[in-house]
């Protein structure tokens, strides 16, 4: 009897740890999954030439004087046309990935804010310009937050004025100062409107958590390339998230497996002694 009690318990510490560590886990093998989307983006742009590189950003760009020139397109991302044809090298919707160190958060930027999107990554408001950096742009980009399988934006609510964060594209990296934080309700667009002469992007998600009435806004401006004290490099933090995600998971199903294996054995054993 106390052989099936040991074995009863074991059991349900094995449930509980599914339990526990779910979120985790879950996290960590979209972790892989995105991480890997990054490494692969960046290796097979490396083999790009400098003129086909060249040709996407001055697509881009001219995308985004015509995103100037509308004023008002993010209210209106209808008007303008060929959106989902620039900045996206692969036909995959991918323009480019996100790191802000502080929250580790390594994640790829796709078009448009759909839920499959921003299931996965983050996703680029259209009508907002895109993410190529320059005079007169400013981008929104945005993705879920407190979801049990990722934690996406979750900690976006850590950043403080002064932090800073780096958007990997085409393989430049663009660095970003934060300079406001404020919280606004969904209708509320006003705050990514472009500034002249400034290259702004503001990353949003939902707030408060789980309750999701409002919009958290964290808007970062550009650091000129002069004063950028320490460059990201992109690839390598997305290994390091590889192996650490992947380390995460290898550790509790090793934990799992044995325990499994333990009970297994004892139902096994007390099997055999019931027989005799």
Not at 127 to 143: K, Q, R
Not at 243 to 272: C, E, G, Q, R, Y
Request: hydrophobic share 40%.
């Amino acid at each position: 009897m106390d052989k099936l009690k040991s074995i009863f318990l074991r059991f349900v510490l094995m449930i509980g740890i599914v339990i526990f560590f779910y979120p985790t886990i879950s996290d960590a093998v979209n972790n892989v999954t995105e991480s890997r989307g990054i490494v692969e983006y960046n290796q097979v742009l490396s083999k790009y030439d400098s003129v086909e590189v060249e040709k996407i950003k001055e697509k881009a760009r001219e995308y985004n004087r015509r995103i100037e020139e509308l004023g008002d397109a993010f209210y209106h991302p209808e008007k303008e046309n060929g959106y989902a044809d620039c900045l996206n090298p692969f036909s995959d919707g991918m323009m480019g990935s996100l790191v802000i160190e502080k929250i580790a958060v390594n994640l790829p930027i796709y078009h448009g804010t759909s839920d499959a999107v921003m299931q996965k990554g983050v996703g680029h408001l259209e009508g907002t310009s895109l993410p190529i950096g320059g005079a007169s742009t400013h981008v929104a980009l945005s993705t879920h937050c407190g979801l049990p399988s990722a934690k996406l934006f979750t900690d976006l609510y850590q950043l403080e004025k002064g932090d800073t964060f780096t958007i990997s594209v085409l393989g430049e990296n663009l660095v970003y100062r934060v300079v406001q934080i404020k919280t606004v309700i969904p209708s509320a667009l006003e705050d990514l409107k472009i500034e002249e002469g400034k290259d702004l992007v503001t990353l949003t998600t939902c707030t408060p958590y789980g309750i999701n009435t409002h919009r958290l806004l964290v808007k970062g401006e550009r650091v000129p390339s002069e004063k950028v004290e320490k460059i990201t490099d992109v690839t390598e933090q997305a290994r390091k998230s590889i192996f650490w995600s992947s380390f995460k998971i290898i550790a509790v199903s090793i934990v799992l497996v044995l325990l499994f294996f333990t009970i297994l054995v004892d139902l096994w054993k007390w099997n055999k002694k019931k027989r005799q």
